[in-house]
């Protein structure tokens, strides 16, 4: 059974950083695409950012762009999320999540920017930014 644990939540000042990491038991790893998810009291989980497996191409939620950077550490087999200029909007539980079904891709497809491209998740750690 994979096993993905996030870390490096906080509670933060906007227009502070936060720095996420996931860990993933999978030696695996290298070879899925990763994504960062989010999800606020009272609303969906929704997509943050996903990164192929060699990293070489990523996608982001609009809001997030020129904030957020996802990256990977294969040989570590850790995620990460770099979050900058914090917003009072991105508090939220954030989960990082494992495709394992589809391998190696080129490019982050259309259906991983939605939870069912996912088939492994992580518990969540929580952002909290104040004003």
Partial sequence: QVQ?????????QAGGSLRL???????AFSIYTMGWFRQAPGKEREFVAAITSTGRHFEYKDSVK??????RENAGNTLYLQM????????ALYYCALDSKRGQL???ITS???TSGYDFWGRGTQVTVFP
């Fill in 21 to 27: 990491s996931c860990t993933i038991s999978d030696p």
């Fill in 112 to 114: 991983q920017r939605a």
């Fill in 66 to 71: 020129g904030r957020f950077t996802i990256s």
């Fill in 84 to 91: 900058n200029n914090l917003e009072p909007e991105d508090t």
């Fill in 4 to 12: 993905l644990q996030e870390s490096g939540g906080g509670l933060v």
């Fill in 106 to 108: 080129s490019l982050v």
